[in-house]
Structures are given as structure tokens and as C-alpha cells.
């Protein structure tokens, strides 16, 4: 999880969540918190996989 970035942080979180994770990302989860905050959520395929 990266944690709650402001808006204008979203874009650079998930391109920096892709870089660390690669092909492993399945999903990835934006949740807006309130007040132009977001909660960025980060699921790989490890993860992924127990949910089966």
C-alpha cells in the first residue's frame, strides 16, 4: 500500500508502484479519502493469487 497522497501525487504514486513491482501488479485500487486526498492501494500477483 502507498498510502493517502494528495491528487496531484496520484499519477507519480502509481508510476512509482509500477517501477517497483513490474509485471507482479495486478491490480491497483484509488480511493478518494476526502478533502483532495486519495488512498493509492497496490495488489501483485502474489497477493492476488490467495484470493482464489
Not at 24 to 44: K, L, Q, S
Amino acid at each position: 500500500m502507498a498510502g493517502v497522497v494528495p491528487l496531484y501525487l496520484v499519477q507519480q504514486i502509481v508510476a512509482a508502484e509500477v517501477s517497483r513491482y513490474g509485471r507482479a501488479v495486478r491490480e491497483i485500487h484509488i480511493v478518494r479519502t476526502g478533502c483532495h486526498f486519495y488512498t493509492v492501494t497496490t495488489v501483485t500477483g502474489q497477493e492476488a493469487a490467495g484470493h482464489d
